[in-house]
């Protein structure tokens, strides 16, 4: 079955520092690949998403970077602030697996 | 998000008792979900449903049911609760687009935090 995998579960990162969140996957069908934010205490949401033709997307300050080849993709944000501390989910489909999270953390 | 609600919100019950959670959207979406969370788990899919008339297991459907009362309803039972069954439940919902394949946003409910004694 499919095998989701995120690295690292916990990190921090002082204010401004950049954090990467990295994804791997095992089903080659999966051809959507988003990342949710659920802050403490909240529903998880949608903070960015990448389709399979496309190699890179960018939001502001958070990126997804997408190697359909080595089966990962990847979290970007740059100058982290204190309102990025959350768990951090994806979840490659087509299987509605999700990654066991990353716990970020942002000290001021 | 009030487009996805779940009620109830918490929930303590005992061992052996049937329980239901619902889950009502107005995001006119065919696509309805139910997870649960468990620390250090991720979520995990327990039933999802594509439209009325069709419902799937998820990888942990044992000790659930579910029925799609509706487009916009969505319920989860727990035929007789037990303790390891505590968790928070998310409800969720998405498109289903016109390209087919699961590849769509998912919109969650605010959570039932159940506990099961």
């Known amino acids: 079955g499919e095998n989701v995998e995120q690295h690292p579960s916990t990190l921090s990162v002082q204010e401004g520092d950049s954090a990467v969140i990295k994804c791997t996957y095992s089903?080659?069908?999966?051809?959507?690949f988003p990342w949710y934010k659920q802050e403490l205490g909240k529903r998880p949401q949608l903070i960015i998403d990448i389709r399979s033709n496309v190699g890179e997307k960018k939001d502001q300050r958070i990126a997804v970077t997408l190697n359909k080849t080595a089966k990962h993709f990847s979290l970007h944000i740059t100058e982290t602030q204190p309102e990025d501390s959350a768990v951090y989910f994806c979840?490659?489909?087509?299987?509605?697996?999700f990654g066991t999270g990353t716990r970020l953390q942002v000290f001021p | 998000d009030a487009d996805v609600t779940q009620t109830p919100r918490n929930r303590i019950t005992k061992t052996g008792k049937r329980i239901m959670l619902e889950c009502s959207q107005t995001k006119g979406h065919d696509r309805m979900y139910w997870y649960r969370q468990d620390p250090g788990l991720g979520l995990r899919l327990i039933y999802y449903?594509?439209?009325?008339?069709?419902?799937n297991k998820g990888e942990i459907s044992d000790g659930y049911s579910v029925s799609r009362q509706a487009q916009a309803k969505f319920s989860l039972s727990l035929e007789s609760a037990i303790p390891n069954q505590t968790a928070l439940y998310f409800c969720a919902t998405s498109d289903s687009g016109t390209a087919g394949g699961l590849g769509y946003e998912q919109y969650f409910g605010p959570g039932t935090r159940l506990t099961v004694t």
């Open positions: 089903d080659s069908a999966s051809n959507y």
């Open positions: 979840a490659p489909t087509d299987k509605l697996i």
């Open positions: 449903s594509f439209d009325v008339k069709d419902i």
